[in-house]
């Protein structure tokens, strides 16, 4: 026998089977709204990322430009300092090429100052020789004259030769020469010296006291007057192949007042002043002088 379902109990069911879908319908909307929610900060914290790495990028980008610049700037001067050290490179080549010219021309130069040094020290040595032997013949005679110890020049007072004033010669002065001639004529003109004499020079000095050119004068016709004794065949001073040897060799100048002599308190000796000089010149002497001197100029200007 069948029961009919009372229609309140079937209201009821379906009452609650509504209420149920009506729950997990809200339920779902739930969690779709929460998840678009959830998503729409995701996207949003996304996006705040995004953005921020976007800034970055182009603070990154900034910066690299700016590196590049600032590298380009860097390979600019290289550039240049390579171009600069290029130039250096081919201006020290040529300052070697310069460098080594001059030390051979150097080399040669010194090679040269060797040579002429060699001849003026044997030129020295002759001339301290020389003037050993002139102190040895008139540093002790009764003659007055004095030799000159680096030059081997004679001074003698002029008075022992001249009156004051004069250019004529005493017979004390030609008793003087008489004797002092031969010996010295001995001592320059023996083989010992002969081939290196290339000069003998007579030189007349005077004081201060006058003109320069009385003086000059007057000093030029005493070492003319001396020169003539020397070489005149009337005095008979001298042999004839001294003579000859001698007019080879003897000159006479004047110097007027050009070179006084001092005392040692300054002042001008006026009576050792008038006097009369013979001296000498050796072969090359003042050539091979001149030549150091320019030499050593020139080695100077050839240093770097």
């Not at 709204?33 to 800034?55: Q, V």
């Not at 010295?184 to 030189?203: F, Q, R, V």
Request: net charge negative; with cysteine.
């Amino acid at each position: 026998m069948r029961h009919r379902r009372n229609r309140s109990e079937e209201t009821t069911y379906w009452l609650s089977y509504s209420d149920m879908m009506a729950g997990l319908l809200l339920t779902f909307v739930l969690i779709i709204a929460f998840t678009m929610l959830h998503a729409s900060i995701n996207y949003d914290e996304k996006e705040l990322a995004l953005a921020g790495k976007e800034e970055e990028l182009k603070v990154s980008a900034a910066a690299l430009d700016k590196e590049r610049e600032i590298v380009s700037n860097q390979q600019k001067q290289l550039n240049a300092q390579e171009e600069a050290l290029t130039e250096q490179g081919e201006k020290i080549a040529i300052q070697e090429e310069t460098l080594k010219e001059q030390h051979e021309l150097l080399n040669k130069l010194e090679a040269v100052m060797s040579e002429q040094q060699q001849k003026l020290d044997d030129l020295i040595g002759i001339r301290k020789e020389l003037v050993k032997d002139l102190s040895k013949e008139f540093g002790d005679s009764d003659l007055k004259v004095s030799v000159d110890e680096k030059t081997g020049a004679i001074t003698f007072d002029s008075s022992i030769l001249f009156d004051y004033g004069k250019a004529v010669i005493k017979p004390t002065g030609e008793e003087f020469l008489s004797e002092f001639l031969p010996r010295y004529a001995d001592i320059l003109l023996s083989s010992k010296y002969k081939d290196n004499i290339s000069e003998i020079i007579i030189e007349g000095h005077t004081d201060t006291e006058g003109t320069y050119m009385y003086n000059l004068q007057l000093s030029q016709k005493r070492a003319l007057a001396v020169a003539e004794y020397c070489l005149s065949d009337k005095s008979g001073v001298l042999t004839k192949s001294e003579l000859e040897g001698m007019r080879s060799l003897v000159s006479a100048t004047g110097r007027s007042y050009s070179n006084p002599i001092y005392t040692a308190s300054g002042t001008i000796d006026m009576e050792a002043s008038r006097r009369v000089e013979i001296l000498f010149r050796l072969k090359d002497e003042e050539m091979v002088r001149e030549m150091m001197e320019v030499l050593s100029e020139d080695s100077d200007t050839a240093e770097p």
